[in-house]
């Protein structure tokens, strides 16, 4: 089968930096995406990884090593509106994505 | 940004009856959209590849005649639930793919049945 695992829940505080594991295990990999997700909203898109090594997008950044089927999001300067859902998400073909188990992030003042 | 939409936002219908959920990509072309589930505080599961002018392609355990996708232009896609049921209660998700390859996902639909 497919897995991708992600913690469960992840809590900061404001100002910090916290880092969101994902581990996979897919049929086919064609890059390694990061959506984030409020509660009842869409995913949006926050960052990918097609090639191992490290993706910064402002706040976000991404790293990949995939000779560890391994990818993480790192975010930096938390804000509270990051607080939310967080889902790895691989591209196994044909843009079809299987998404993780998801981390709910919750930061604190 | 490319902007998907989805209607309705929230349905209610009785058990028995069927339900359509409809998929719209605003500013661009969508040959392929996708379908997902996604249970409360779960993660999203891919129903089902809708391409425009084809049947669709459905994931192992999903069933077609339960979930009826039609694609019939390059800009909307929709799902019907036929004869839902309370199991059915779910966040129906979808996504629409641009030329560039980007999935930009719509903002859900939450069904209740009743």
């Known amino acids: 089968g497919q897995s991708l695992e992600q913690p469960s829940e992840v809590t900061a505080v404001e100002g910090a930096i916290v880092q969101i594991n994902c581990t996979y295990q897919?049929?086919?990999?064609?890059?390694l995406s990061w959506y984030q997700q409020h509660d009842g909203g869409a995913p949006t898109f926050l960052s990918y990884?097609?090639?191992?090594g490290l993706e910064e997008t402002g706040r976000f950044s991404s790293f990949l090593s995939r000779s560890d089927s391994y990818g993480y999001l790192l975010l930096q300067e938390l804000q509270m509106k990051d607080s939310a859902s967080y889902f790895c998400?691989?591209?196994?073909?044909?843009?079809?994505?299987?998404f993780g188990t998801g981390t709910r992030l919750l930061v604190s003042p | 940004g490319a902007v998907v939409s989805q209607h309705p936002s929230r349905v209610i219908c009785k058990s028995g009856t069927s339900v359509k959920i409809e998929c719209r990509s605003l500013?661009?072309?969508?040959?392929?959209m996708f379908w997902y589930r996604q249970f409360p505080k779960k993660s999203l599961m891919l129903m089902a590849t809708?391409?425009?002018?084809?049947?669709?392609?459905?994931e192992q355990g999903v069933e077609k005649d339960k979930f009826l996708i039609n694609h019939a232009s390059l800009t909307l896609s929709t799902l019907t639930v036929t004869s839902a049921h309370p199991e059915d209660s779910s966040f129906y998700i979808c996504?629409?793919?641009?030329?560039?390859?980007?999935?930009?996902f719509g903002p859900g639909t939450r069904l209740t049945v009743l």
């Open positions: 996504s629409a793919m641009s030329s560039y390859n980007e999935q930009f």
């Open positions: 897919t049929s086919g990999f064609y890059g």
């Open positions: 990884n097609a090639l191992d």
């Open positions: 998400a691989v591209n196994t073909g044909f843009q079809k994505l299987v």
């Open positions: 500013d661009f072309q969508a040959t392929t």
């Open positions: 809708s391409n425009e002018g084809s049947k669709a392609t459905y």
